[in-house]
């Protein structure tokens, strides 16, 4: 954490650009994510800041990490997968690029395994809700090499591709792939990071949300979880979300997990294999004392910056604000802003999940009011979101700073172009002197109040 008082920025205020990737096979160049501190030095968190400022930057402490491709080598090289004469289809499950997966350079690594040769191997994407991957999509996943070469699969929501499996203990229905119970050795692939219900993602969540039914989906992105206080960000134990999880995924036989942990930069620096059960526990413990962060003082405006496909809709970036609130004790002071720093390239977003949460923001006149109609009533994924969105807009005043400010017209966000608009309104709004809080990557901290 560095400490800096910003009065007059080199900089002119208001200036900061938003990144772009590779093509997406739409013959242009698309935005992928706000990332205006390209270096890494305390000072460029400050670009487009003006004005009479206490800045603090959160950001966990750098690791030095070898090359992605030795981690992962070195990880995968030690694997003795025994039996693999037998069997003639792998299914290898991936996040889809909603997280950094490192996905060419593990697929790579598990094509050079003695046995693989012969096989027919194949990727499912773990999309969930998410808008399905196109193929210029896939192919700059992996690349040209790989994609010729294996298969490659979206996560299917039709009724015919969903098999049914009974219900949890609490009654939650299990459905999943099909996919998943026609081949005969499965490999999940995970990305461990603080996530708000299953306390971090990877390890089970990958294939019990990622590749069930809408009707699981809907019936686990519910109040009942939602409500719970150990549903949370970085917390597992007695957690129901995630043990119910558990009970789904072990409908399903795991042969080998390989989950990782970025930095904040999106970085690899540990890559875990072997059973599902074991591979997630080392992770998440790796992961508690990597992304917990406790901060000294309480700050009036949290800045967030996402990076990647995160920073492209509103639904993802909008996720932000509860990173901030949603923690054992917020390190924002109550009616306080947050600000989201996103490019928005896709809007609120083309999936179902994503299209719920447009039609309910767009309509949430009084946040207390849907509330109280989810509570009663529930909702389903999508709406959850928006629930809670909700629930912080209780707490505090939520913005985003983008290139597409427009559509949050008549919505309860706040909107603007630049920082330099941002600070006019946070020295108007909120304090001549406010404590600002810079998170470069809120999805890579659980930023807690030290007490």
């Given at each position: 954490?560095?400490?800096?008082?910003?009065?007059?920025?080199?900089?002119?205020?208001?200036?900061?650009?938003?990144?772009?990737?590779?093509?997406?096979?739409?013959?242009?160049?698309?935005?992928?994510?706000?990332?205006?501190?390209?270096?890494?030095?305390?000072?460029?968190?400050?670009?487009?800041?003006?004005?009479?400022?206490?800045?603090?930057?959160?950001?966990?402490?750098?690791?030095?990490?070898?090359?992605?491709?030795?981690?992962?080598?070195n990880?995968?090289?030690?694997?003795?997968?025994?039996?693999?004469?037998?069997?003639?289809?792998?299914?290898?499950?991936?996040?889809?690029?909603?997280?950094?997966?490192?996905?060419?350079?593990?697929?790579?690594?598990?094509?050079?395994?003695?046995?693989?040769?012969?096989?027919?191997?194949?990727?499912?994407?773990?999309?969930?809700?998410?808008?399905?991957?196109?193929?210029?999509?896939?192919?700059?996943?992996?690349g040209?090499?790989?994609?010729?070469k294996?298969?490659?699969?979206?996560?299917?929501?039709?009724?015919?591709?969903?098999?049914?499996?009974?219900?949890?203990?609490?009654?939650?229905?299990?459905?999943?792939?099909?996919?998943?119970?026609?081949?005969?050795?499965?490999?999940?692939?995970?990305?461990?990071?603080?996530?708000?219900?299953?306390?971090?993602?990877?390890?089970?969540?990958?294939?019990?949300?990622?590749?069930?039914?809408?009707?699981?989906?809907d019936?686990?992105?519910?109040?009942?979880?939602?409500?719970?206080?150990?549903?949370?960000?970085?917390?597992?134990?007695?957690?129901?979300?995630?043990?119910?999880?558990?009970?789904?995924?072990?409908?399903?036989?795991?042969?080998?997990?390989?989950?990782?942990?970025?930095?904040?930069?999106?970085?690899?620096?540990?890559?875990?294999?072997?059973?599902?059960?074991?591979?997630?526990?080392?992770?998440?413990?790796?992961?508690?004392?990597?992304?917990?962060?406790?901060?000294?003082?309480?700050?009036?405006v949290?800045?967030?910056?996402?990076g990647?496909?995160?920073?492209?809709?509103?639904?993802?970036?909008?996720?932000?604000?509860?990173?901030?609130?949603?923690?054992?004790?917020?390190?924002?002071?109550?009616?306080g802003?947050?600000?989201?720093?996103?490019?928005?390239?896709?809007?609120?977003?083309?999936?179902?999940?994503?299209?719920?949460?447009?039609?309910?923001?767009?309509?949430?006149?009084?946040?207390?009011?849907?509330?109280?109609?989810v509570?009663?009533?529930?909702?389903?994924a999508?709406?959850?979101?928006?629930?809670?969105?909700?629930?912080?807009?209780?707490?505090?005043?939520?913005?985003?700073?983008?290139?597409?400010?427009?559509?949050?017209?008549?919505?309860?966000?706040?909107?603007f172009?630049?920082?330099?608009?941002?600070?006019?309104?946070?020295?108007?709004?909120?304090?001549k002197?406010?404590?600002?809080?810079?998170?470069?990557?809120?999805?890579?901290?659980?930023?807690?109040?030290?007490?």
């Amino acid at each position: 954490m560095k400490k800096i008082i910003v009065s007059n920025p080199v900089t002119r205020a208001g200036e900061w650009r938003i990144g772009t990737s590779p093509q997406d096979g739409r013959g242009k160049f698309r935005s992928h994510g706000f990332h205006p501190w390209g270096s890494r030095k305390a000072k460029h968190y400050c670009m487009g800041l003006a004005g009479n400022f206490n800045i603090q930057v959160l950001k966990p402490p750098k690791i030095v990490f070898k090359k992605v491709s030795s981690i992962i080598r070195n990880s995968i090289s030690s694997i003795e997968l025994k039996n693999l004469r037998k069997i003639k289809n792998v299914l290898i499950i991936a996040p889809d690029n909603t997280r950094k997966t490192h996905l060419r350079e593990i697929l790579t690594e598990l094509l050079r395994l003695r046995g693989f040769s012969g096989k027919k191997v194949s990727v499912l994407f773990a999309n969930g809700l998410h808008r399905r991957m196109d193929e210029a999509q896939i192919k700059w996943l992996v690349g040209e090499k790989l994609f010729s070469k294996l298969d490659f699969f979206n996560h299917s929501l039709a009724r015919e591709d969903i098999k049914k499996l009974g219900v949890t203990k609490a009654g939650i229905p299990i459905t999943l792939n099909r996919r998943l119970f026609e081949s005969d050795f499965i490999i999940s692939i995970g990305v461990v990071e603080p996530h708000l219900y299953a306390g971090f993602s990877g390890g089970p969540k990958t294939i019990a949300i990622g590749l069930s039914g809408k009707d699981t989906i809907d019936k686990t992105h519910h109040p009942r979880f939602l409500d719970n206080p150990n549903v949370n960000l970085g917390v597992v134990k007695n957690n129901p979300f995630n043990r119910m999880l558990w009970e789904i995924v072990r409908h399903v036989r795991v042969g080998l997990a390989i989950n990782i942990l970025n930095d904040s930069d999106g970085n690899l620096i540990y890559c875990f294999t072997g059973r599902l059960e074991k591979v997630y526990k080392e992770a998440t413990r790796k992961a508690r004392l990597y992304f917990n962060l406790k901060v000294k003082e309480m700050a009036d405006v949290v800045i967030c910056g996402l990076g990647g496909e995160k920073a492209q809709n509103a639904y993802q970036a909008s996720r932000a604000f509860n990173y901030v609130i949603n923690t054992k004790r917020t390190i924002l002071k109550k009616g306080g802003l947050i600000l989201t720093i996103a490019s928005l390239g896709d809007g609120f977003g083309n999936g179902i999940g994503e299209i719920r949460f447009e039609e309910v923001i767009k309509n949430m006149k009084v946040p207390d009011y849907f509330i109280s109609r989810v509570k009663a009533k529930g909702c389903v994924a999508g709406e959850h979101r928006a629930y809670m969105v909700a629930k912080a807009l209780r707490f505090a005043r939520l913005g985003f700073v983008t290139e597409n400010p427009l559509i949050f017209r008549k919505t309860p966000f706040l909107a603007f172009r630049s920082l330099k608009e941002a600070c006019i309104f946070i020295e108007r709004e909120i304090s001549k002197n406010p404590r600002i809080a810079i998170i470069p990557n809120i999805f890579s901290v659980i930023a807690t109040l030290d007490r």
